[in-house]
């Protein structure tokens, strides 16, 4: 089969089996619509922060600072008339009823807000309590939100000390480290949310979301060397990039590499002939990327030497040119990586199309 038929199959298996790509800032993953022979995936959107919070997506530096998102908005004139200014929530009014707890005196301060001490009392005695903590979470974002200035050393670092037990006991938990990390930045900067998030991967390597929303911030920011990034993008891949739905972070690594070398770079052709090796919920769209650009590469910049010998000692292509071995050669790596992601699909896709739909009938 040449190229030109291959890719008119590539294109006919985007349209009847693979989900169109979106591109994904930082806190949402891709995923559209179907063909017929396989169902919809809907996207994985995380939960999202108060409005007032920022978006990871969103994190930038500000005015060249690391200043806090208070700081960008308010002056100094009105940051001290709100210093005492009590803060009013969904869930109960701060207390001045001198209610202190007496058990730690760095808890003081709690009497002041009194869903805070409440949770605070019952999860040190059940940590595992994770609809305490949701509400404890809940109501730190919603004071953070309206009044970040009454946040002083001893207040920031209680906070910091709630999601450091939380996450210590629930690393796995992505939503409360990206509420973590939207807080950090609110309250403390750009520098201090990233190190937050270098910690949730070190507790989670493996995520895909934290990787996308690291990759995301750092990048925006323009907070690391491109030699660093790659790096990075790198450690990212080895880390998720085999997941059946791990397109978005293949889809930023390849935007990343697009702007800093060019589609007929070395760096970026070497992403797509990794990519292709892999069965991936979008493979067929990454072979669509490498039947456009095999013209402008050399064979030795796409085969193996080793395996251009071989090639070229098969009975059948020993007297063939260069761009016939590449068609020979990628049609195989084609077939078997659809075979093998239609394999994969029974495994990835049906139990959680499955489970939808056991979950709609309900």
């Known amino acids: 089969m040449g190229f030109d038929t291959q890719l008119d199959g590539v294109q006919k298996l985007n349209h009847r089996q693979m989900a169109t790509s979106q591109s994904r800032t930082s806190g949402g993953s891709s995923g559209t619509t179907q063909g017929s022979r396989h169902s919809t995936i809907q996207s994985q959107d995380s939960n999202s922060s108060p409005a007032s919070l920022p978006r990871l997506s969103n994190i930038r530096h500000s005015n060249g600072s690391n200043g806090t998102a208070n700081q960008d908005k308010n002056s100094y004139d009105q940051k001290k008339q ?3 200014t009590t803060t009013t929530t969904s869930t109960q009014q ?10 730690d005196s760095d808890l003081q301060i709690l009497y002041r807000f009194p869903v805070w001490e409440r949770s605070h009392k019952i999860l040190s005695e059940d940590d595992t309590n994770l ?7 809940s109501y730190i974002e919603e004071i953070v939100a309206n009044n970040s200035n009454i946040f002083d050393s ?3 670092s209680l ?6 037990k939380l996450l210590t006991r629930f690393p796995l938990l992505v939503d409360y480290w990206k509420k973590y990390v939207a807080i950090e930045y609110t309250l403390n900067g750009l520098d201090a949310s990233l190190k937050v998030l270098e910690n949730a991967l070190n507790s989670f390597p493996n995520s895909l979301e934290l990787w996308l929303d690291y990759m995301s911030i750092i990048t925006s920011n323009n907070t690391h060397n491109s030699e660093s990034i790659r790096v990075l993008y790198k450690d990212a891949i080895s880390k998720t990039g085999r997941q059946f739905l791990s397109h978005p972070i293949w889809d930023s690594y390849l ?4 702007k800093e070398s060019g589609e007929n770079s070395n760096e970026y052709i070497n ?17 669509q990327i ?3 650009l095999k013209d402008n590469f050399t064979i030795e910049d796409l085969i193996s030497k080793d395996q251009i010998i071989d090639l070229k000692n098969e009975d059948s292509n020993e007297l063939k040119s260069d761009s016939e071995l590449i068609n020979i050669y990628f049609d195989r790596v084609f077939t078997k990586i659809e075979n093998d992601t239609n394999t994969r699909w029974e495994f990835e896709i049906a139990p959680l199309n499955k489970l939808n739909h056991c979950m709609k009938g309900h």
């Open 290 to 292: 490498f039947y456009k």
């Open 131 to 137: 609809p305490e903590w949701d509400k404890l979470i």
């Open 154 to 156: 001893k207040l920031k």
């Open 255 to 258: 935007d990343w590499e697009l």
């Open 159 to 164: 906070l910091h000390r709630e999601f450091n």
């Open 94 to 103: 701060v207390k001045s009823d001198g209610n202190k707890p007496t058990d």
């Open 82 to 84: 709100q210093s005492q």
């Open 271 to 287: 992403i797509i002939l990794k990519v292709i090796r892999i069965p991936l919920h979008q493979y067929a769209k990454y072979f």
